[in-house]
């Protein structure tokens, strides 16, 4: 039997997705993000617990959940299964995206709130940071498809008055606060959104709130230096993290600009509280001044605005009927041409190392230590060969007392490391410079592509 509206385009919409998200997954080697989940995951996979535990204070994220989870698929496929988990969650949100649209019913009628879902997920299925984040193997994928599924049964929950979705809903959003803490900024005004009911309180905030205490209170040291971290650096302006956000937001963003002041008259209160939740990342970016990530956190104004703009076209469509659809149509494939450049940009910023490290692993043996730029891309595909704590990376190292470039050049001086790994991606300039004038006289180039450098000890 052939299915009947809205599930006929839905799986259309979710096939065109799938199909985009899954295309070439072996695009470039692991860049250090995905690398660092996955050594984290194999890790604790092989019992370094105590390794681990410190992680907290970097990673932006309780380590025993997706790093876990990205370890385990690793090793039944390497990346391009752990890539492909990522697919599927990016599927689901376009799932996620379709029903969240729904439920907030910008309409009476019921179909009407079906193409406004339907609207939102085609924009999410072609949205470049959307596409992006289901196509790397990193936490983001979990922790924002967790976040959406946490706002479905929020509404669900605000609809049903089920005890049973309120506590689902705590459960999930506490989920994608593990998974990447940046969704914990949208929690204070969600509890401000709701009606402070017993049964809400008892059965929603009571338990969320709970759970974010035992977490901050058992990881507060970590957690401290983590936050403390996440001040941008000063020569980082307002302008620029501005700058990064609008590269990626701006057609969605007219487009919801627009359908806000045709849905202004009949849904002022919803249309001010969605533009609200979608401005709280930016707002929380440009504050800080950190410009880290704020790309990949576009994806949470996305989702608030994208409901909009499947609201403003269903009008138009319901208006103008074919004409209206075209113009959808059209602006959809306006909205991928103007993403998928931006994807392979986003994919092609880091070096491809698969040829570098191989040379690596020809001529290492177990007892080298080597100085990587991409220590955790190097660790992980020589992982059968090197101990992983005999990969230095660029992030923390001490050498005799000293740190930093100090560190560094004293011990490349003293001929501590076989290789020397330079990709001038993670390195500043001044500790490169630094790094390549220690090498001189006591290191040989052997690899140079123009991105990535290896110098072997003489």
């Not at 609201?311 to 149509?329: E, P, Q, R, S």
């Not at 909205?335 to 690596?360: C, G, H, T």
Request: with cysteine; glycine share 6%.
């Amino acid at each position: 039997m052939l299915l009947k509206f809205p599930y006929n385009i839905l799986s259309l919409i979710l096939l065109i997705a799938f199909a985009i998200r899954i295309y070439n997954l072996n695009f470039n080697s692991p860049f250090v993000d995905e690398a660092a989940y996955i050594v984290i995951g194999q890790k604790i996979l092989a019992g370094q617990i105590e390794n681990v535990i410190g992680d907290i204070s970097w990673v932006g994220a309780f380590p025993f959940f997706y790093p876990l989870i990205s370890g385990i698929v690793f090793n039944l496929g390497g990346i391009i299964a752990t890539r492909f988990f990522n697919v599927m969650l990016g599927t689901l949100c376009v799932i996620l995206i379709y029903t969240f649209t729904k439920q907030l019913r910008f309409f009476k009628k019921e179909k009407s709130n079906e193409i406004a879902g339907l609207i939102a997920a085609s924009f999410m299925a072609t949205a470049a940071i959307p596409i992006d984040a289901s196509r790397v193997a990193i936490y983001d994928g979990l922790s924002f498809t967790l976040f959406l599924g946490g706002l479905n049964l929020y509404i669900r929950a605000l609809n049903s008055k089920s005890e049973v979705h309120y506590f689902l809903t705590a459960i999930v959003l506490f989920l994608s606060f593990l998974a990447k803490y940046i969704t914990m900024i949208f929690f204070p005004f969600i509890f401000l959104s709701s009606k402070l009911k017993v049964k809400i309180i008892a059965s929603l905030w009571f338990p969320l709130l709970l759970l974010m205490y035992l977490y901050f209170y058992n990881t507060r040291t970590y957690l401290m230096t983590y936050f403390s971290s996440q001040i941008g650096d000063e020569a980082t302006t307002y302008i620029e993290v501005i700058q990064t956000f609008a590269k990626y937001l701006w057609p969605t963003y007219v487009l919801s600009f627009l359908g806000g002041l045709f849905l202004w008259k009949t849904k002022k209160k919803l249309i001010l509280s969605l533009i609200f939740m979608s401005l709280v990342p930016i707002a929380v970016h440009v504050l800080s001044k950190n410009n880290n990530s704020a790309h990949q956190h576009s994806f949470l104004s996305i989702i608030f605005i994208l409901p909009i703009v499947g609201a403003f076209f269903t009008l138009y469509i319901n208006k103008y009927k074919k004409v209206g659809a075209l113009v959808a149509i059209i602006l959809l494939i306006f909205n991928f041409m103007y993403s998928w450049p931006q994807v392979k940009d986003l994919e092609s910023f880091w070096p491809n190392s698969y040829r570098a490290v191989n040379l690596i692993g020809e001529k290492t043996k177990a007892s080298d230590i080597i100085l990587a730029e991409g220590s955790d891309t190097v660790a992980l595909s020589l992982k059968k060969k090197i101990p992983y704590e005999n990969i230095v990376g660029p992030f923390a190292f001490t050498y005799k007392g000293q740190d930093e470039a100090v560190a560094y050049t004293q011990a490349i001086k003293d001929g501590y490391f076989r290789f020397v790994e330079l990709e001038n991606v993670y390195f500043s300039t001044g500790i490169i410079e630094d790094i390549e004038k220690a090498l001189l006289g006591k290191y040989i180039k052997i690899f140079d592509d123009g991105k990535i450098r290896i110098y072997e000890r003489k």
